[in-house]
């Protein structure tokens, strides 16, 4: 992961820019969660309703704090929705402090499951640039 004060800014505004070009707006945290909802549900792109959002939004929590071991998948059921179990209670955390996590956390899901290999590259992120 990334140290809060320093790296994490400048990566989260980076992988911001890059979803940006590729959707044309620029999302926030909310916006991450759901794209990764909907990454994970693998549907593509359609029409949800409120409930649905909110389900996507707690998929996309779950499999972003499993890089951490707070959830695991328990199952996937008939209607393809992955539902996950918490394993690891997670920490108190005021809101500034939930927010810099989930920061983290989508990052890291960008790396793993997104970008792989190519992810400072393609977000144009490079180390050597602190």
């Known amino acids: 992961m990334y140290d809060e004060a320093q790296e994490l800014p400048l990566v989260w505004n980076k992988l911001l820019d890059y979803v940006q070009t590729s959707m ?43 890089f951490s071991g707070y959830y695991e998948l328990e199952f996937v059921d008939q209607d393809g929705w992955p539902h996950w179990k918490n394993i690891k209670k997670l920490p108190f955390l005021n809101i500034l402090s939930q927010e810099t996590l989930l920061k983290m956390h989508i990052i890291e899901y960008f790396r793993q499951e997104v970008l792989g290999d190519d992810f400072e590259q393609e977000i144009g992120y490079y180390p050597n640039e602190l």
Request: with cysteine; charged share 25%; proline share 2%.
């Open 24 to 66: 044309g707006k620029r999302p926030d945290v909310q916006g991450m969660l759901f794209l990764v909802g909907v990454q994970e549900l693998g549907r593509g792109n359609q029409f949800f309703s409120k409930e649905e959002k909110q389900d996507l939004m707690h998929i996309a929590i779950c499999k972003v704090l499993s």
